[in-house]
Structures are given as structure tokens and as C-alpha cells.
């Protein structure tokens, strides 16, 4: 309960592009409503394409894109959590212990408009280790597009924790190659120029 408290608390003004008070707390919480333009606080890292803006209190990533990642700048985490609300997203995705675009953890996020490859699954967990990717858990939720849900992916002690809406749906045992520190951040996907991924709130906590 106090670690989702703290991660609403931080992910209201966190940072990607666009909040009228982005914030950090003293503990390491922050939190980014993109009420106003943030994307200076942010830097892209892409496999390949991409655009990410903020308007009208959204954070959007667009287009053709692969694996395209806007971190926080500054941040830097070995146990804590990063969270998002979101009403819409083809793959969207959250990303904790960024080290480089070749190493990270990252929760992939999806609506249930997203694409059949996906197979309805909502969520899926993975470690990106040398480039490579590892898929640790996969699951399916009620996600109609455009209504908003809250997405949060933790790093515990030994093990990442996947939350919908404020409940914890798995806990999975963290890979011994996990990076063991980095940024956090957020990831789209796009298979073609009309997929998007809207963030409306990001919130995250550095010191879990």
C-alpha cells in the first residue's frame, strides 16, 4: 500500500513532455501530468524511428517506431517503481534500470485494440539484456480503448512486480542478468505511422 501511494504520488508529474509542475521529492518520488511542456527533461533512445510529443496534457509517442524509449533524465534506481495512466496504446510500454538502449527491464503495455500478434495479451514483462530480449511473464486484462488505466512495473528485492489499477497482478523472480541500476522512462512501439501510445500521467519512485 505505501508503495502504491507513493508511485500515484510520483508519477503525476514525471517528465516526458509536458507538465506545468513536473516534480521530484525529496525521497525520489516525482510525478509529470504534462500539463506543460516537459520533453527537455527527457532523451529518446530508438532502434529505429519514432516521435514523441505533449499536447493537451498528454504525452504521445507515434508512428513507425522500434523500440523507441524517452528517458528521465537524472534519474537513476536500483529498487523503486515507475507508473503510468494511460487511455490508449497500441504497445506502449514502461522501462526501469535504463542503462542503455541495449539493456533495461521493460513492461510492455497494450489496449485491447492492439494487434492480433499479440494475442490479447495486455501486459508482458521483459529483460533486455545485450540487445536481446526475454519474455518472463505475459497477461491478459479488460482494457477497452479509451478508458484510462494505471500501469506500474516495480523493482522489488529479487523480483519484478506488475500492478493494474493499484493491484498486483505478478510477481516475477528478477533474472541474475538484470541490470542493477539505471533510469527509468517509458517505450512505444509501432508496427505502422498510426500506431500510439498516449500517456496522460507518469509517476515513479527512485528509492522504492
Given at each position: 500500500m505505501r508503495n502504491c501511494?507513493?508511485?500515484?504520488?510520483?508519477?503525476?508529474?514525471?517528465?516526458?513532455?509536458?507538465?506545468?509542475s513536473s516534480s521530484t521529492g525529496s525521497d525520489g518520488t516525482g510525478s509529470d501530468p504534462f500539463t506543460s511542456n516537459t520533453i527537455g527533461k527527457y532523451q529518446a533512445f530508438t532502434d529505429g524511428g519514432g516521435t514523441w510529443s505533449v499536447a493537451n496534457g498528454v504525452l504521445s509517442g507515434r508512428g513507425t517506431a522500434e523500440h523507441n524509449v524517452l528517458v528521465r533524465t537524472g534519474t537513476r534506481m536500483k529498487t523503486g517503481w515507475v507508473e503510468a495512466k494511460s487511455d490508449a496504446a497500441d504497445d506502449g510500454g514502461l522501462v526501469l534500470r535504463f542503462v542503455d538502449n541495449q539493456n533495461y527491464v521493460?513492461?510492455?503495455?497494450?489496449?485491447?485494440a492492439q494487434s492480433p500478434w499479440f494475442y490479447g495479451n495486455n501486459l508482458a514483462l521483459y529483460t533486455r539484456?545485450?540487445?536481446?530480449?526475454d519474455e518472463l511473464a505475459s497477461l491478459n486484462v479488460a482494457w477497452p480503448r479509451g478508458t484510462p488505466h494505471t500501469v506500474r512495473l516495480e523493482a522489488g528485492d529479487g523480483e519484478l512486480l506488475i500492478y493494474f489499477d493499484g493491484t498486483l497482478l505478478e510477481a516475477v523472480p528478477m533474472p541474475a542478468d538484470t541490470p542493477a541500476e539505471g533510469a527509468i522512462g517509458v517505450r512505444h512501439y509501432g508496427e505502422d505511422p498510426a500506431w500510439t501510445t498516449r500517456i496522460?500521467?507518469?509517476?515513479?519512485?527512485l528509492d522504492g
Open positions: 501511494l507513493r508511485l500515484a504520488a510520483a508519477l503525476s508529474c514525471a517528465a516526458l513532455t509536458g507538465c506545468s521493460l513492461l510492455a503495455f497494450r489496449d485491447d539484456v545485450g540487445g536481446d530480449f496522460d500521467e507518469l509517476r515513479w519512485d
